[in-house]
T-cell receptor, first 111, second 116 residues
Framework: SQQGEEDPQALSIQEGENATMNCSYKTSINNLQWYRQNSGRGLVHLILIRSNEREKHSGRLRVTLDTSKKSSSLLITASRAADTASYFCATDERGAQKLVFGQGTRLTINP | GAVVSQHPSRVICKSGTSVKIECRSLDFQATTMFWYRQFPKKSLMLMATSNEGSKATYEQGVEKDKFLINHASLTLSTLTVTSAHPEDSSFYIC????????????FGPGTRLLVL
C-alpha cells in the first residue's frame, strides 16, 4: 500500500528558483529516502535521512524530517532545467526492508 | 556506486505469451530484491519481495501464479509474467538491497512491457 502523500503533485518553476516538495507518511520509520526519476527511466537515489536526523544536505539538495508530524521536505536550490523529473519519497516501515513510495511530484523547470 | 541492470529494457509480446524479465546486481551481492510496477505518471507499487533461495513474498492483491519470481542467486532475480494480457502492460522496475548496506536499495533502469 502507498502510505506516502506528496505535495504538490506537480510543480512548475523558472530556472534559478528554488523548488520545495513535501511528503507525509503514516507509520513509524527507520529512515526516509528521496528518489528522482526521469521520464521512462529507473530511479536515482538522492538522499537518505534517518529517523533521528532532522536535516540533511547534499549539494543543492536539502531534506528535512519531522517525525512528530510524519513529514519530510525536499528543497532543490538554484534549480536547473536538468532538474526536470519526478521526485518520490520512500519510507521503510520499521522492521521491514521494503520501501513504500509516495505518489510523487512532477517538477518542471522552465528555462 | 552499485549497479543494477534489467533485461530486456523493452518488450512487446502477444496476448497469452509469457515474458521473463531479469534483474541483476552487477557489482554487489543482494540477498533481497524487490519488484515494482509503475503505471504512467503514477508511483511505484511494490509487487513482491524476492529472497535468495526462498519463496518470494507477494503484496496483497498480486497474483503469485501470474507473476512468478525466482531468486536463484545473490545476483539474479527473475520476474515472469505468465499468460500476459494487455492489462499487464506496464513499467516493471526491480531494486536490490546490498548485503552490507541493507537500508539502501539500488534500482534497475526498468522494463517496459507492452502486451498486444
Amino acid at each position: 500500500s502507498q502510505q506516502g502523500e506528496e505535495d504538490p503533485q506537480a510543480l512548475s518553476i523558472q530556472e534559478g528558483e528554488n523548488a520545495t516538495m513535501n511528503c507525509s507518511y503514516k507509520t513509524s520509520i527507520n529512515n526516509l529516502q528521496w528518489y528522482r526519476q526521469n521520464s521512462g527511466r529507473g530511479l536515482v537515489h538522492l538522499i537518505l535521512i534517518r529517523s533521528n536526523e532532522r536535516e540533511k544536505h547534499s549539494g543543492r539538495l536539502r531534506v528535512t524530517l519531522d517525525t512528530s508530524k510524519k513529514s519530510s521536505s525536499l528543497l532543490i536550490t538554484a534549480s536547473r532545467a536538468a532538474d526536470t523529473a519526478s521526485y518520490f519519497c520512500a519510507t521503510d516501515e520499521r522492521g521491514a526492508q521494503k520501501l513504500v513510495f509516495g505518489q510523487g511530484t512532477r517538477l518542471t523547470i522552465n528555462p | 556506486g552499485a549497479v543494477v541492470s534489467q533485461h530486456p529494457s523493452r518488450v512487446i509480446c502477444k496476448s497469452g505469451t509469457s515474458v521473463k524479465i531479469e534483474c541483476r546486481s552487477l557489482d554487489f551481492q543482494a540477498t533481497t530484491m524487490f519488484w515494482y510496477r509503475q503505471f504512467p505518471k503514477k508511483s511505484l507499487m511494490l509487487m513482491a519481495t524476492s529472497n535468495e533461495g526462498s519463496k518470494a513474498t507477494y503484496e496483497q492483491g498480486v497474483e503469485k501464479d501470474k507473476f512468478l519470481i525466482n531468486h536463484a542467486s545473490l545476483t539474479l532475480s527473475t520476474l515472469t509474467v505468465t499468460s500476459a494480457h494487455p492489462e499487464d502492460s506496464s513499467f516493471y522496475i526491480c531494486s536490490a538491497g546490498a548485503l552490507t548496506r541493507q537500508e539502501t536499495q539500488y534500482f534497475g533502469p526498468g522494463t517496459r512491457l507492452l502486451v498486444l
